[in-house]
């Protein structure tokens, strides 16, 4: 049998699911003793994931500090540069992170087996009718088929292609959950803090946000929710790690300052280990307006963290229940926290008024549950084997290089 040589095809390096997945699956088929790239469309010196030596770029500069001619010009070269590296490498099998990743390798026509993946709830992404989305939207009608399988990473996300994006190729979707390393991510939970004021500040009772603050994630939610919480609650506080868009930075610093809770947020950015911190945190908080299922709600799970999330994708009971089934009625618990009515109103982008709504309280009141008694934390450390099973790393890596029957 042909020795496998993996390429992994990822958009950046940083913190988000996407990129954590990509390292996941280059330590575990390295170990495996595969040869394993790994190719970032965008370098930047601010990576917090990176592959050592067997990491390759198209580009060291952010897309959005290029002007559009160069941007264009990006777009219509990468898919050239990748089929010159994986004729270079000998590439056996590849596996793309997300529409931009896939794409451009369905336009490569290079002959190893293609996998793609789709990690988020698109009909609600191509809401958004910028040029990009319209083109990925294309791509599920025609470079598609040049994929030889493309991953759902939940049951809701394949149904969601079917419906309502006009996929065309149906018999090439299968759903594989995203695999985790359980060991890794607490063996990383037990190294230490960066400092003894962030030791400090774990010592309390902390509300954490961990990933990128962007459209998707709409982390303004969680703070108004948090608004509401401190004046109930004096004895916690609210934690983001991760970085973000320009834009959503500064609106939340605004709402900061408008709420008056400067004292009761911190802002920490980026940290290449954020098992540490989400392993002290009473309670793992998302407020987004779509996603896939996400990886730090089972990152949670696996170091005994409660989660309280809102309805962002069906697919959250499927991580977060034990029977998978939905109910989108108030606020819910399930085995592993509490799922709060989605927060997304058919509009993306930042609010035009800073209202509260009744499902920032619905989000305050869970947060509040959670914090004030250790039966979810209880429930979660009773059920957390059977809730981890489907998530196994061995099983999952193995699926992704498997062809379809």
Aim: aromatic letters at 10%; one cysteine or more.
């Amino acid at each position: 049998m042909e020795p496998k040589r993996i390429l992994l095809i990822i958009p950046y390096g940083g913190v988000g699911g996407m990129e954590r997945l990509a390292l996941t699956f280059y330590n575990y088929y390295k170990q495996k003793g595969y040869t394993v790239k790994a190719l970032k469309l965008i370098k930047l010196e601010t990576d917090i994931i990176n592959f050592g030596e067997d990491e390759l770029f198209l580009k060291d500069y952010d897309l959005h500090r290029m002007p559009i001619t160069k941007r264009f010009l990006f777009y219509l070269s990468a898919p050239l540069s990748i089929r010159k590296i994986v004729k270079r490498e000998k590439i056996t099998h590849s596996i793309c992170f997300g529409d931009m990743s896939n794409l451009f390798s369905s336009l490569s026509f290079t002959k190893e087996f293609k996998v793609g993946s789709i990690h988020s709830f698109k009909s609600v992404e191509f809401q958004d009718k910028n040029i990009l989305n319209k083109i990925f939207k294309w791509s599920y009608r025609s470079t598609y088929r040049n994929l030889d399988k493309v991953v759902c990473i939940s049951n809701t996300i394949k149904e969601d292609l079917i419906e309502n994006c006009a996929f065309k190729f149906t018999d090439k979707l299968e759903v594989i959950y995203n695999p985790h390393d359980i060991e890794a991510i607490q063996k990383g939970a037990g190294s230490p803090f960066d400092s003894e004021e962030e030791q400090e500040l774990f010592s309390q009772n902390i509300i954490l946000f961990l990933g990128r603050l962007s459209y998707a994630k709409s982390p303004w939610h969680l703070l108004k929710a948090f608004h509401i919480l401190a004046q109930r609650q004096a004895d916690v506080k609210l934690v983001f790690i991760g970085d973000g868009e320009p834009p959503i930075i500064e609106y939340v610093k605004k709402l900061i300052d408008t709420f008056n809770i400067a004292d009761r947020v911190v802002l920490l950015g980026r940290k290449s280990n954020p098992y540490r911190y989400l392993a002290k945190a009473k309670v793992l908080a998302l407020s987004s307006h779509f996603e896939g299922t996400p990886n730090v709600i089972v990152e949670a799970i696996a170091l005994d963290v409660p989660v309280v999330t809102s309805l962002c994708t069906k697919g959250v009971f499927e991580l977060m229940s034990m029977n998978g089934e939905v109910n989108e009625e108030g606020n819910i618990e399930v085995e592993s926290g509490i799922i709060t009515p989605a927060l997304f109103k058919g509009k993306l982008g930042i609010p035009e008024k800073d209202d509260l709504l009744k499902e920032e309280y619905d989000l305050a009141d869970a947060l509040e549950q959670v914090l004030a008694s250790d039966k979810y934390k209880n429930t979660l450390v009773t059920a957390k084997e059977a809730l981890l099973e489907k998530f196994d790393l061995d099983k999952v890596t193995t699926s992704y290089l498997t062809p379809i029957n």
